[in-house]
């Protein structure tokens, strides 16, 4: 089978004033390049390293935009200035949520004027604490980021029940933006969502990746949200969130592929 055309990469850097930091950031854009004037899709995807050289994504864009899969698209893969800023970043974070609407995103369209303006063309994506952050991006700036592709999100959040957190309450209520979901207008978004059988807690409590995502699912399905949910037999690891994100590229956008 022939090699599928390989796409760019380039690695950046961009400096937050909301954040008063800055941060590494790769863009990746398809080969060849879409017909002039029409708009490139994007995918905002975080843990930035770990997407690039565990999971390779740039040779899965590569693959599913040769096989007509998904539309040739952008992709901006976002790091962190450092690791330990992961876990205050990504978790429900209004700040890190502005930066990436009112920073990052016109940062990349002035980049590349080729990048598509809707927020039916944008997906904001993640795993673990980046699945919490895909869909807190959606809640915040629904305008901006018009899917969530969520895998394995940690749904069990919320701000006083995180272990080893200086205000942690072992019987702090988590699920924070489950109910905020619950109880705000439905907003204009699309949701796939995916968790791994084994990601359950071993206290029965509920509290688990599986369990939270299910309900997540559930409110998001009672307001009237058009959702794609599916578990995967697996935990939590690279391994199946790089096929479950290559799913979910090909549900969100994949439908805009002209028949051959």
């Known amino acids: 089978m022939a090699q599928a055309p390989r796409g760019t ?53 590569d693959a599913l935009i040769a096989q007509r899969r998904i539309p040739p698209l952008a992709a901006v893969f976002v790091g962190h200035p450092a690791p330990a800023l992961r876990g205050t970043e990504l978790p429900a974070n209004p700040g890190f949520a502005d930066f990436l609407a009112h920073e990052l995103m016109p940062w990349l369209r002035a980049r590349q004027p080729g990048i598509s303006h809707g927020a039916r063309d944008v997906v904001v994506a993640g795993s673990s604490y980046g699945g919490l952050a895909a869909a807190f991006a959606g809640y915040r700036h629904p305008g901006v980021f018009g899917n969530v592709l969520a895998l394995s999100g940690s749904f069990w959040w919320g701000p006083r029940n995180v272990p080893r957190a200086p205000d942690f309450e072992r019987f702090g209520e988590g699920e924070w933006l489950t109910r905020e979901f619950a109880a705000s207008a439905r907003l204009p978004l699309r949701f796939f969502i995916t968790a791994g059988l084994m990601e359950i807690t071993l206290t029965g409590d509920g509290g688990g990746i599986l369990d939270t995502s299910r309900h997540l699912r559930t409110v998001l399905q009672a307001k009237g949200y058009p959702v794609h949910y599916q578990e995967f037999a697996g935990g939590h690891d690279y391994y199946a969130w790089r096929g479950e994100l290559a799913q979910g590229l090909v549900h969100l956008l994949g439908e805009r592929m002209a028949a051959p």
Do not use: I, K, M
């Open 9 to 61: 990469l380039e690695h950046l850097r961009l400096a937050s004033t909301r954040l008063a930091n800055e941060r590494d950031v790769s863009l990746y854009l398809p080969a060849p390049p879409p017909a002039t004037g029409q708009p490139l899709p994007l995918l905002v995807l975080f843990d930035r390293d770990a997407y690039l050289d565990r999971a390779d994504v740039p040779a899965l864009l």
